[in-house]
């Protein structure tokens, strides 16, 4: 497990530079010199020798025999069968449409980060919004019953949205969705209330990318508290990257590496889903044109497992699946209507096995759809 710089006793402002120059963990500063880390972190050569002296101090000549470094080492190892039982324990967040969910694999997935990316107003925020509430959907309903960390780096979380979203969703597992349904099955549904889902969405506004740090630092301790989160939110990742790095692009990259592994680890350990959106920038080509490209460069690319672009054909949104590791490219239409996401044209039942056991999640709302301006388009 990956100890957080933040849990030693160093000096606030110490512990800020630290932080500001991307080092979160004991592993981030291993191998490091003295000299590299005042240059790195704007600290005196005296103080770099009291961090280094403090978070190491009882690692050298206290970490164990040889023997068992190795046996510690080993059990690191694991078999093809582990993982493929490790893979059915992996649990998806619907997204109230079918063929979305049905081209990923069933949904967005837990131990896994997913980026969302697309230009302004094509729908991003929305989705996490709906997914901080189907992520809450009980078991017995064909969800995971978790909660939702919600950070907010662009101050887009709107509540009365959010109000919209759960208040459908309540409506639409409990007001006569199947009238054959049991007694006890009803009563289910009807947990599924309103003031619930909200107090099962933690929110956190970041003001910048210093703030961004700190929370992904604590979140483990938060999530040791709050053991039924099943999805972190970051809407979105490069808000607070964009801009300002211009001078000092690596130390972008040593941050958002820092922030990419953090999650990973989180992701894996407590068994939930990341979803990151980013924003659409212009790459420049040969032929002196352009296209638009997810933000911060190719080296973020590889942090996610999924990464999903929103964009407009025409008049309808559409998602492609960009990058899989298991499932193959495709494209789909969407729509946003007041009630959250559906399908931009309503499909009865389902081929794929995955979706069987939730056909009802993805009964058509009969809902007008929210009349939005198509920007960057």
Not at 97 to 117: A, L, N, R
Not at 155 to 163: H, Q
Not at 346 to 351: D, L, R, T
Request: glycine share 8%; charged share 25%; aromatic share 8%.
């Amino acid at each position: 497990m990956q100890k957080e710089i933040g849990s030693f006793p160093l000096a606030p402002n110490v512990r800020f530079k630290l932080t500001k120059a991307g080092f979160t963990t004991l592993e981030d500063l291993k191998g490091i010199t003295q000299r590299e880390l005042c240059n790195e972190a704007n600290l005196t050569y005296e103080e770099t020798g009291e961090v280094l002296h403090l978070l190491f101090k009882d690692s050298v000549g206290s970490a164990g025999s040889d023997k068992e470094k190795h046996e510690d080492f080993t059990h690191k190892f694991y078999s093809a069968f582990d993982m493929s039982k490790n893979e059915k324990g992996v649990a998806a967040i619907v997204t109230f449409s079918q063929k979305v969910d049905e081209m990923i694999g069933g949904g967005i997935h837990t131990k896994k980060i997913t980026e969302i990316c697309g230009p302004p107003g094509i729908g991003k925020t929305q989705i996490c919004l709906q997914l901080s509430v189907n992520v809450q959907i009980p078991e017995s309903c064909g969800g995971v019953g978790g909660e939702a960390i919600y950070i907010d780096t662009e101050g887009s979380f709107i509540v009365e949205r959010l109000l919209d979203i759960a208040s459908a969703t309540v409506n639409h597992f409990y007001s006569g969705v199947q009238e054959n349904i049991s007694q006890e099955e009803k009563a289910r549904r009807k947990n599924l209330i309103l003031e619930d889902i909200l107090k099962g969405i933690h929110y956190y506004r970041c003001q910048d990318y210093v703030e961004l740090l700190a929370v992904v630092n604590i979140l483990s301790d938060f999530l040791e508290q709050h053991s039924k989160v099943r999805l972190v939110i970051v809407d979105s990742i490069a808000f607070h990257f964009r801009y300002g790095f211009d001078d000092n692009l690596g130390l972008r990259t040593k941050l958002l590496n820092s922030i990419g592994q953090s999650f990973m680890r989180l992701a894996t350990k407590y068994n939930l889903a990341v979803v990151l959106t980013n924003q659409m920038t212009t790459k420049m080509n040969e032929f002196r044109g352009g296209n638009l490209v997810p933000s911060l460069g190719e080296n973020w690319g590889h942090v996610c497992s999924v990464r999903l672009l929103l964009l407009w054909d025409k008049k309808e949104r559409h998602v492609l699946l960009y990058k899989s590791s298991w499932r193959k490219d495709g494209e789909v239409p969407f729509k946003i209507t007041h009630t959250g996401i559906q399908d931009e044209i309503s499909s009865q039942g389902s081929s794929s096995e995955e979706l069987d056991r939730s056909s009802i999640l993805y009964k058509d709302l009969d809902c007008p759809p929210v009349k939005r301006p198509r920007l960057g388009s």
